[in-house]
């Protein structure tokens, strides 16, 4: 009998819609793998299956009554930065620790609408800050690949958890690449679309200009598929685009012949890992076979991208997380008085939050805004002038995911700046508002995955997705 956890989320739904298995199944499949697994790999932070075999009893009923909603009866995770009604969100963070929201995120009630099958929610970077998930303020999450090294973060459970074949698909969120780094350390694939794409209302924030729902699938189709079932217009967000949805798995067509691949000078770097170097190259000449055109471009601010990120993130960070305060929700540490109430809960916060927090405070304060805050605006504006500039001439840029594969855990818990370069290739992105997607390229010479960055411009989600789909088809 086949292993119901060795279909990819497509293969499911298409078995599911033949009637050769039932949600109920796969569901009591996944819940297996989960126990079996999950002690070692601690992808999930909360396991819901009571409520996982409710919704895949009814996932089995509306489909007997003629329903064929896109994701019906298929089980997926939630990153616990999103906010499910009924079920403890709690950020990573022990601040929200008990904090069970009253309502679900617009991204959940889509998964909802679609019939997806909700197994829990994922480990994560306390409030995503973080790209190895280390940070979450309850355990660290483990690669699939090798127990000793980090997943990625800061979605790094949704990325093992897709990986581990715990879930057929996942949602993260990705700041400055907590879905598309994971994705490659843990080799699935990762969307970071368009800002604005997916409604963020009941997502947790942590720097909103920057912010992104995105997803995780086994194979691009999958990710593709998830993507269908969530974006959407929202009128609770007032950043979330009214924009026409098309068809993401209609347009994966494989056919990419013609199309201009941009390949910036800037993404080779001193210090790349030379396997990761080898294995991107490789793959855009796998690109070139298939028919795309293969141009050299620049993107002459990337330099200014890292500190204008760690500017700006830290500083939006700061006021959002001003909120947090014992008062409104999660635990409240007694105090002396109401000041010291305040000062007590927030020493829950962990290390790399007040971190950053500190950062951004200072460079919001009287007498630096513009110095600082001010001034990495104007940059910002450079690299996201970059980006239309090189779109003016391509249709999809490739770089590396990340510089590196998965690193040992503990590896640069002395050295911030070592984590936050491990987002140097994708926080671009983040900044200038494109869409981008990390896809499986390789192993290196320790088995360990890498992964190809396609960056698309606004709204090309379904470009870079084709331009994976041709890769990824090639590549079997």
């Not at 909103?208 to 217009?233: E, W």
Request: net charge negative; hydrophobic share 40%.
């Amino acid at each position: 009998m086949t292993d119901l956890t060795t279909l990819t989320l497509t293969q499911l739904r298409d078995a599911l819609r033949r009637g050769e298995t039932s949600s109920v199944a796969a569901t009591e499949a996944m819940l297996a793998r989960i126990v079996a697994v999950d002690n070692d790999i601690k992808g999930y932070l909360t396991i819901t299956d009571e409520l996982a075999l409710a919704q895949a009893e009814q996932a089995d009923a509306r489909r007997a009554c003629g329903d064929d909603s896109p994701l019906l009866g298929i089980p997926i995770a939630v990153k616990d930065i999103i906010c499910t009604q009924g079920v403890e969100t709690t950020a990573g963070s022990k601040i929200l620790e008990g904090f069970v929201p009253p309502y679900d995120a617009f991204v959940v009630r889509k998964l909802k609408a679609a019939g997806a099958v909700i197994l829990g929610k994922t480990n994560t970077d306390e409030f995503a800050m973080g790209s190895s998930t280390e940070n979450s303020a309850y355990f660290t999450t483990h690669n699939p690949h090798d127990l000793a090294r980090v997943p990625g973060g800061s979605s790094g459970g949704s990325a093992a958890a897709v990986a581990a074949r715990m879930a057929y698909g996942a949602l993260g969120t990705d700041t400055g690449g907590s879905v598309r780094q994971p994705a490659s350390f843990c080799g699935v694939v990762g969307l970071r679309p368009t800002y604005g794409r997916i409604s963020r209302w009941g997502v947790v924030a942590f720097a909103s200009t920057l912010d992104q729902v995105g997803t995780f699938g086994r194979t691009v189709a999958d990710c593709a598929a998830m993507f269908q079932a969530t974006a959407g217009y929202d009128p609770q967000d007032s950043t979330s685009l009214d924009v026409a949805v098309p068809d993401f798995e209609a347009a994966l067509t494989g056919d990419i012949h013609g199309l201009k691949v941009g390949v910036p000078r800037e993404y080779f770097i001193e210090g790349i890992d030379p396997d990761v170097e080898t294995a991107v190259r490789a793959a855009i000449a796998r690109l070139a076979d298939l028919g795309a055109q293969i141009i050299d471009i620049s993107l002459p601010h990337t330099e200014y991208a890292l500190p204008v990120y760690y500017l700006i993130a830290p500083a939006e960070a700061s006021a959002n997380l001003a909120r947090y305060d014992g008062i409104r929700f999660g635990p409240r540490v007694a105090g002396t008085d109401m000041i010291d109430s305040v000062k007590k809960t927030r020493a829950l916060f962990g290390p790399e939050v007040k971190r950053r927090i500190m950062l951004g405070t200072y460079a919001l304060s009287a007498g630096y805004y513009e110095a600082y805050y001010g001034r990495a605006l104007k940059a910002r504006t450079l690299i996201k002038q970059d980006f239309l500039n090189a779109f003016a001439n391509v249709d999809v840029i490739a770089t590396p995911t990340s510089p590196t594969t998965a690193f040992n855990i503990g590896a640069t818990g002395d050295d911030p700046l070592q984590m936050y370069l491990q987002d140097i290739f994708t926080l671009p992105v983040n900044l200038s508002a494109s869409c981008g997607l990390s896809v499986p390229c390789g192993v290196d010479s320790h088995g360990l995955p890498i992964g190809l960055q396609l960056i698309g411009n606004t709204l090309q989600e379904a470009t870079i997705l084709n331009v994976a789909f041709a890769y990824e088809q090639s590549s079997q």
